[in-house]
């Protein structure tokens, strides 16, 4: 899963701050999704965004949260006045364009994460 | 999705087969078992998956009872490296739908001992 790259591997803001996390989708991928990992729970769906459009956003807090993937450049995922409750670790996966049974079989590829602390 | 059941964590020597095993008594005729597993500091990575039958890939093996009620995520020979949270999922997959909107439990942590 090396081919899916995030950054910062890890960020710390204080409260209040905005944070910006990053995903690269791995070469040749359209689709970009994003995950939360709350500390000691499992991991859940955020938002899925194909290159200029927010396709499913049903996971993503009604607040404070937005996502964008533009036709050139990162996924970004935007956290505006963190609280200590968005400490998390937050993962993005990549498919190719076209894979209607991506997740199906074993092309759920995943990025090494991004840890945010808010202190 | 059905709920599954993983016990919290379970120790394995290192060469020896890792048995990690899935309680899923509620699961329907189109779900389909996932294992995914999460070494520390990474992001989940996709194992095997099956819906009836028993599945083998380089990685692991899956057993799944025939009343579909559980099943058995075998590493044949452990390594240190296998050390990690295993997740047990139950999902329907759809051919054209949302099968990205994975959902995790607690899991198994399996502690891979020399």
């Known amino acids: 899963n090396a081919g899916v790259m995030q950054n910062p591997r890890h960020l710390v803001r204080r409260r209040g701050q905005e944070a910006r996390l990053r995903c690269s989708p791995m070469?040749?991928?359209?689709?970009v999704y994003w995950y939360r990992q709350l500390p000691e729970e499992g991991l859940k769906f955020m938002v899925y965004l194909q290159k200029e459009n927010i396709i499913d956003e049903s996971g993503m807090p009604k607040e404070r949260f937005s996502a964008e993937f533009p036709k050139e450049g990162p996924s970004i995922l935007r956290i505006q006045q963190v609280v200590r409750g968005d400490s998390a670790a937050y993962f993005c996966?990549?498919?190719?364009?076209?894979?209607?049974?991506?997740?199906?079989?074993?092309?759920?590829?995943f990025g090494q994460g991004t840890r945010l602390t808010v202190v | 999705d059905a709920k599954t059941t993983q016990p919290p964590s379970m120790d394995c020597a290192e060469g020896r087969a890792a048995n990690l095993p899935c309680n899923h008594s509620t699961i329907s005729g189109n779900e389909y078992v996932y294992w995914y597993r999460q070494i520390h500091s990474q992001g989940p990575q996709y194992i095997i998956h099956?819906?009836?039958n028993n599945e083998t890939n380089e990685m692991a093996s899956l057993i799944i009872t025939e009343d579909r009620k559980s099943s058995t995520l075998i590493l044949p020979h452990a390594t240190l490296r296998d050390t990690a949270v295993y997740y047990c999922?139950?999902?329907?997959?759809?051919?054209?739908?949302?099968?990205?909107?994975?959902?995790f439990g607690k899991g198994t942590l399996l502690t891979v001992n020399p």
């Open positions: 996966a990549s498919s190719p364009p076209g894979q209607g049974n991506f997740f199906m079989n074993t092309e759920a590829f």
């Open positions: 999922i139950v999902r329907v997959v759809h051919s054209g739908g949302s099968n990205y909107k994975l959902t």
């Open positions: 070469k040749g991928h359209s689709h």
């Open positions: 099956g819906l009836k």
